[in-house]
């Protein structure tokens, strides 16, 4: 295993292991929030550095971009600022190049020059970005130090954290409101940012699109010959597909004469999938609004439906209370399986459980996937990342 692979599978356990400190009193968070990924990072050759993100080193990231957003161009990324900012690594090198001189700022692969344009109107315009990453740094550190941000007034007095990492500032109190007056932000329980919002595409995209590992290794799954595997000419269904890493491959894998059906309760990432299938002239792939009762897809009308990373979300809706998807996910669920052809089959792959996080584990799942009348086919685990991938038939 390389030491980038190591990294990154260490850096999506603590991904996983932040949700999950992020859930223990409160629902699951919508998306995976920025965990830094200390192993990620370059090695660094002084021995006493601490080997995880410090609050100061999300001041060294935001005072880095401030810097630059204000024409002081720094040369290097600080320590810290690289620590903190694991996560968006292959951003900050991008950045760092262009300044440097070293890039033209072309950028290397077709995924992220649209998902730069689509984002910022130009793929080259890396001020426009630093803004935007400026803006969401703002969000995931209130989000990350204030637990519960969506159900609870901040803790008061507002402890050192209370400021806007980027321009250092005291965020301003009122009630049960932050507010950022450098990037014009409030963050309450009152006015709750919508779960994935268009807002929160950034870090989807980041997810989806700079950890092409991740795309690369599921390909094993989508193969014709294994019971996963999806055939030419299929209908196949993305459901919960986000930025859609795996969308692609799909696509790819049924051809012209198929189509993948990529669904989500979230505008922003559909309408990115849809900029995307235009740029790169993939007509099989259409894009479906679901809402949280229902897949919005006609019955009977799909070869294969594939959730990825979604189940648990479904059923970690109820998992806090009650340690059982509730009616609302099996009713969800339910529809889900209408929108199977007989013989058609579904395909869930999520995590496998750690000691104390709240995912479905494999059996649960399979009992909760029979209670709804599939029969398992397949179960093995995925090539990468703890999950498994579990393949049901619907008779
Ligand atoms: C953790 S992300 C996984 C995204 C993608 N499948 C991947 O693995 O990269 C979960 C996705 O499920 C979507 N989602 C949550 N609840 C949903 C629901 N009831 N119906 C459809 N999508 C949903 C979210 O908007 C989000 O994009
Ligand atoms: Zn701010």
């Known amino acids: 295993m390389s030491l980038r692979r190591v990294g990154f599978v260490a850096g999506f356990l603590l991904l996983v292991a932040g949700l999950s400190w992020a859930l223990r009193d409160g629902p699951r968070p919508p998306l ?13 050759p002084r021995s006493e550095e601490p080997s995880g993100p410090l609050e100061a080193d999300w001041d060294a990231l935001g005072g880095w971009i401030l810097d630059l957003e204000q024409g002081h161009a720094r040369q290097e990324i600080p320590a810290g600022a690289r620590r903190a900012s694991a996560f968006l690594t292959p951003l900050l090198a991008r950045y760092q190049a262009l300044l440097e001189g070293s890039s033209s700022g072309d950028l290397e692969t077709e995924e992220e020059s649209l998902a730069y344009e689509y984002l910022f109107g130009s793929p080259q315009r890396a001020s426009l970005s630093l803004e935007a990453l400026g803006r969401t740094l703002c969000l995931w550190r209130v989000e990350r130090l204030w637990p519960g941000t969506r159900t609870r007034p901040p803790p008061r007095p507002l402890p050192s954290w209370g400021r806007c ?6 965020y301003q109190v009122a009630d049960d409101l932050l507010r950022c007056g450098f990037h014009d932000q409030s963050f309450s329980p009152r006015h709750p940012i919508p779960a994935n919002s268009p ?18 290794s599921l390909d094993a799954v989508l193969e014709p010959s294994v019971p996963s595997g999806v055939q030419p000419g299929e209908v196949v269904v993305d459901y919960g597909c986000g930025a859609s890493c795996y969308t692609w491959s799909m696509a790819h894998r049924i051809g012209p004469e198929g189509r ?17 299938a235009a740029r790169r002239g993939i007509p099989q792939v259409e894009t ?8 919005n897809l006609e019955r009977s009308s799909v070869d294969r439906v594939f959730l990825i990373d979604v189940y648990n979300v479904l059923a970690g809706i109820d998992l806090v209370g009650s340690g059982r998807p509730g009616p609302r996910v099996v009713a969800t669920m339910q529809r889900l399986v ?14 496998i459980p ?3 996080l709240p995912h479905v584990s ?8 029979e209670d709804l009348g599939l029969t398992l086919v397949d179960g093995r685990p995925a090539p990468a990342h703890g999950m498994y991938v579990l393949t049901f038939e619907k008779p």
């Open 362 to 369: 494999e059996e649960q799942a399979v009992r909760d996937m």
């Open 288 to 295: 479906v609004l679901a809402s949280r009762e229902s897949p």
């Open 354 to 356: 750690q000691p104390g």
């Open 165 to 170: 990492p980027v321009d250092g500032k005291p």
């Open 199 to 216: 807002s929160e595409l950034y870090p989807q995209l980041t997810m989806g699109y700079f950890r092409e590992d991740r795309s690369r």
């Open 260 to 276: 993948v059906l990529a669904v989500d309760i979230d505008p922003g990432v559909l309408d990115f999938i849809s900029f995307v």
């Open 32 to 44: 995976p929030v920025a965990t830094p990924n200390p192993a990620s990072v370059e090695p660094s």
């Open 338 to 351: 209408n929108a199977l052809r007989s013989g058609g089959r579904l395909v869930l792959i999520d995590f």
